[in-house]
Structure formats: structure tokens, C-alpha cells
């Protein structure tokens, strides 16, 4: 491509495209592919519980689930400079809903409020994470204007909260965050496209597939010495969609080959997995080919299951409010 051909980002003003905070940027921002936008900005896993939810005589824009580590999030939208009305807003959100994420959304932070953040995350971390973020939109020429998520405050890579991993970091611990890590440094230098998250010290790592209460879980066990990758399903649906996908059992296994179908009748989730016996995965020279197997199952499943999951013809779990604080998990 001829470099003297290339186009100039032009900003374009939020009210044109989103005219009400709670009408059109709250509903726009609850879609799955505009939250899944917000989660690969933030390099966070964002599952919507609802939006409008109220607190007390106040009502949230946005609750979403934090699927990698379990926490509540709140996000808070604003189409205008951000004020103190709002941040009291989102402390009185967070203490009601009990909630561990903050993300305040607005076209412009003042500098008063960034430092505002700014000390919040350094005092309240691991405890309160808060991410100020300022939307914006761009266009080139004639082109469909595009959003863009700039962090204008985060925390400092979960500084707080790896500081208190590493407290409590026992040795297998510390062989899990290390694989995950190799395995997404793999993934990159492969060209994979698995949307890999931060790794973490724990036995699995976790992707979305397009829809809530569903996910692609890849597990690296010590115990069992094996690998394995499934589709996980949450909720109170999870046992009507796991029969809704067994009916297509035939054709999904052409596509995968043989798979375990656990409908778990003892609790409210299902699974369906593959798993890959005799791995050690503290073995160096093995875990090349650990990392193979791991993505191209993943990358496998989900080219298979996540247009089968969207079109199942179930409803999606969206609370409309919370009045007791959290629901258990």
C-alpha cells in the first residue's frame, strides 16, 4: 500500500451517534460485541448481570461479572465531562452492590477526578480496582465513525492484587501463572487468534465465545497430569441449553471429534470437554506441544460451538435490579 494514501483520523462528536446517556450509550454498551470491546481494552473478562439495576433510589447504568477472577463490576456512562455528582455516584454504587471493579466512562475526565482515581487505586487496591476511561469517536473521510476506549486511569497491572498473590504463591501456583503465560506468548507468535487474557496462578484459563454464561475453559491439571479444553455453562438455562447442543451431538462431533457430554446432574452447570491424558506440563520440552494442542482445540471449539451458542433459542439471564446486594454464584 502507497503510505501517501493512508487516511486521517477525524473526531466526531459522541452526541451525534449516542443522543441520551441512559436511552442509547447504556443500551448500545450492554450489547455482547460492545461489551466484548470494553473487555479487550481493559484486558478484562466482562459478562453483563443487567443494567439500570438499582441501589437503593439510585439506579446503576451497567453490572457485569468479572468471569477471571469472580467480582462484581460497575460502569458508570457519562457523554459530558465527568463531575462529582457521578463520583459519588459510582463509590455509592460500588459499597451497595458490593461491587470490586469501577469503570467510570465519559467523554472527558478533569484533572481533579483523574487524581481523584489516581488515589483511589493506590489506597483501596486489591480490594477496589477503578479504570477511568474517555470514549471517543473517530472517522476517516466518509467513513462510519469508530469508538475508542482510552484509559486515562488503571490500576497499576493489579499491583496490589499481584503483590497479594505472590504473598500466598505456592509452587504449583507459580508453575500455572508461568505456563499461561508461555501459552499466551505462544499464541502470539503463532498468530493465534484466541483473545487471551492476563494469566493468572490457577489450573485454567477461560475465553469468551459470544454469549453470557457460556465460555471456552482450557485446564492444565498437575493432579491428573492432563490437559483439556470445554465449553462451560452457567446459570439457571445451563441445563436446557446443554440438551439444545447435545441434539446437534452428531454433527459437532464430525467436526471435533469425541467429546465428553456432563450434564452434572448433582449441580446447576453442564460441560462438554476433550481432554489429553499424560501431560506434565512442568516438563520444558513438553510444553511446546501442550501449547498446540491447548490452541488449536480452543481455536477449534470455538469456531464450532460460538455460532451454535448465539443462536440458541434461549433468553438470556439480564437481572433488571438488585435490591439484596449480590446473588451467590
Avoid at 478484562?44 to 441501589?55: C, D, K, P, R, S
Avoid at 479504570?131 to 486511569?153: D, H, Q, T, V, W
Avoid at 498468530?191 to 465460555?215: D, E, I, M
Avoid at 481455536?299 to 451454535?308: A, C, I, L, M, N
Wanted: aromatic share 8%; with cysteine.
Amino acid at each position: 500500500m502507497n503510505p501517501d494514501m493512508l487516511g486521517t483520523l477525524e473526531p466526531v462528536d459522541l452526541r451525534t451517534v449516542w443522543t441520551d446517556e441512559a436511552r442509547k450509550l447504556t443500551p448500545w454498551l450492554s450489547k455482547p460485541e460492545n461489551l466484548e470491546r470494553l473487555s479487550k481494552a481493559l484486558d478484562l473478562e466482562l459478562e453483563l448481570e443487567g443494567t439500570e439495576m438499582l441501589v437503593g433510589r439510585f439506579k446503576a447504568d451497567l453490572v457485569a461479572n468479572e468471569t477471571s477472577t469472580n467480582s462484581r463490576v460497575i460502569i458508570e456512562n457519562q457523554l459530558e465531562r465527568t463531575n462529582h455528582d457521578h463520583l459519588g455516584k459510582i463509590i455509592t454504587y460500588a459499597s451497595g452492590l458490593r461491587a470490586k471493579i469501577i469503570i467510570w466512562i465519559a467523554k472527558e475526565f478533569t484533572e481533579e477526578h483523574r487524581q481523584a482515581i489516581d488515589f483511589l487505586n493506590e489506597t483501596a487496591a486489591p480490594d477496589l480496582r477503578i479504570y477511568a476511561i474517555e470514549l471517543r469517536l473517530f472517522r476517516i473521510g466518509n467513513s462510519m465513525p469508530a469508538p475508542f476506549f482510552e484509559i486515562i486511569s488503571s490500576p497499576n497491572e493489579y499491583a496490589a492484587t499481584a503483590k497479594h498473590e505472590e504473598s500466598g504463591m505456592t509452587e504449583t501456583k507459580a508453575l500455572y501463572l508461568d505456563f499461561w503465560t508461555k501459552f499466551r506468548d505462544y499464541c502470539r507468535s503463532h498468530g493465534s487468534s484466541l483473545n487471551l487474557r492476563k494469566p493468572r496462578p490457577q489450573h485454567w484459563c477461560s475465553l469468551a465465545v459470544g454469549r453470557s454464561k457460556f465460555n471456552i475453559s482450557l485446564t492444565a491439571s498437575t493432579m491428573f497430569n492432563r490437559l483439556g479444553c470445554e465449553i462451560y455453562i452457567r446459570g439457571l438455562q445451563a441445563k436446557h441449553a446443554f440438551k439444545l447442543l447435545q441434539a446437534e451431538r452428531a454433527e459437532i462431533e464430525r467436526e471435533l471429534g469425541p467429546l465428553e457430554w456432563m450434564e452434572l446432574p448433582e449441580k446447576q452447570d453442564a460441560r462438554i470437554v476433550t481432554y489429553k491424558p499424560d501431560v506434565d506440563i512442568a516438563d520444558q520440552p513438553s510444553q511446546a506441544v501442550a501449547f498446540e494442542w491447548l490452541r488449536q482445540k480452543a481455536e477449534s471449539f470455538h469456531k464450532t460451538f460460538s455460532p451454535r451458542i448465539k443462536a440458541l433459542p434461549i433468553e438470556d439471564e439480564i437481572e433488571a435490579e438488585i435490591d439484596d446486594g449480590p446473588t451467590s454464584q
